[in-house]
């Protein structure tokens, strides 16, 4: 089967473009990281079936001064996993059209044998 750009895993990583619209109602002088940064490192974790990755990650990040989730999953910061265990403060219908729009690019595939 031949792959399409687009179904790769820059396709996936469009998931980013819907969590930077979603609203943030949190009081922003209390909030440590943006609704984005927390779902992609979500994200990230379920993709990689890791739960040490965010600590991993914040290791790299202080010994080079970058990590994988930045340039991979596009997150500017990194929570702490228990930050996003608590974190409810997307509703999960948001982000219906993340998988509505990645289903659209899976029709548009042709099988070449």
């Known amino acids: 089967m031949h792959e399409k750009k687009h ?3 820059s396709g996936l990583r469009a998931f980013s473009e819907r969590t930077r619209l979603l609203l943030d109602s949190r009081q922003q002088g209390k ?3 943006s609704i984005d940064d927390v779902v992609m490192c979500a994200f990230a974790i379920m993709h ?3 739960p040490l990755l965010l600590q991993f990650q914040k290791r790299m990040e202080e010994a080079r001064q970058t990590n994988n989730l930045k340039a991979l999953f596009l997150a500017d910061s990194l929570p702490k996993d228990t930050q996003i265990r608590e974190f409810d403060e997307v509703d999960p219908s948001s982000l219906e059209g993340v ?3 990645y289903f659209a ?4 595939v042709s099988i070449i044998p």
Request: net charge negative.
């Open 7 to 9: 179904l790769g895993f």
């Open 31 to 33: 909030v440590d990281h």
């Open 48 to 50: 990689f079936q890791d």
């Open 99 to 101: 998988f509505t729009d």
């Open 105 to 108: 690019r899976l029709q548009q």
